[in-house]
T-cell receptor
Framework: GAVVSQHPSRVICKSGTSVKIECRSL??????MFWYRQFPKQSLMLMAT?????????EQGVEKDKFLINHASLTLSTLTVTSAHPEDSSFYIC?????????????????FGPGTRLTVL | KQEVTQIPAALSVPEGENLVLNCSFT??????LQWFRQDPGKGLTSLLL?????REQTSGRLNASLDKSSGRSTLYIAASQPGDSATYLC??????????FGAGTTVTVRA
């Protein structure tokens, strides 16, 4: 199956700093990527949809100036948590949409990265 | 807005028993439904994907059914093993390709 990587896998930072998380699709081109966050013992919540070459679409309640998303190429999307605070500590996971080949047998599928654990002190 | 519910929230069984995990969703206009496994502190492992036109999918000891009209899916795990202990997440893909996740069922298989 397709592979999605995330970097870093774990980051610890001081309050007030900014943290950038990268999401890469390694063997396919992803016109759309999604960013989720997961608090302990809770499920994943969609934060935003990232489209290559255009502005991200944020879900209700997600601050777009806090969570900056850039999808500069078909294989890379970045999430920057600006002026991070302890309440931003969470597990951030990205997914990349592989639409499959037109007319081919493959279904439109999302592939998930391994996640990034952010701890803000 | 799509709401996904998973019952039970937690399940503990002795090794060898069959597992039944339930998922329900409120909007039947879905693109597909996926079952994932998540180990503590880790990412997601996709187990089964059922397209909206399908009624079930099978992989080894795992079988998932989908009844789109009633908004339900069930994941069956046969002959459970301690290695099956994990949290199982159900996720529904809407026609805009956004996923809505359930809160998960945490499974413990006792040796």
């Amino acid at each position: 199956g397709a592979v999605v990587s995330q970097h870093p896998s774990r980051v610890i930072c001081k309050s007030g700093t900014s943290v950038k998380i990268e999401c890469r699709s390694l063997d396919f081109q992803a016109t759309t990527m999604f960013w989720y966050r997961q608090f302990p013992k809770q499920s994943l919540m969609l934060m935003a949809t990232s489209n290559e070459g255009s502005k991200a679409t944020y879900e209700q309640g997600v601050e777009k100036d806090k969570f900056l998303i850039n999808h500069a190429s078909l294989t890379l999307s970045t999430l920057t948590v600006t002026s991070a605070h302890p309440e931003d500590s969470s597990f951030y996971i990205c997914s990349a949409r592989d639409p499959g080949l037109a007319g081919g047998p493959g279904p439109d599928t999302q592939y998930f990265g391994p996640g990034t654990r952010l701890t803000v002190l | 807005k799509q709401e996904v519910t998973q019952i039970p929230a937690a399940l503990s069984v002795p090794e060898g028993e069959n597992l039944v995990l339930n998922c329900s969703f409120t909007d039947s206009a879905i693109y597909n439904l996926q079952w994932f496994r998540q180990d503590p502190g880790k990412g997601l492992t996709s187990l089964l994907l059922i397209q909206s036109s399908q009624r079930e999918q099978t992989s080894g000891r795992l079988n998932a059914s989908l009844d789109k009209s009633s908004g339900r899916s069930t994941l069956y795990i046969a002959a459970s093993q301690p290695g099956d202990s994990a949290t199982y997440l159900c996720a529904v893909t809407s026609n805009d390709y956004k996923l809505s996740f359930g809160a998960g069922t945490t499974v413990t298989v006792r040796a």
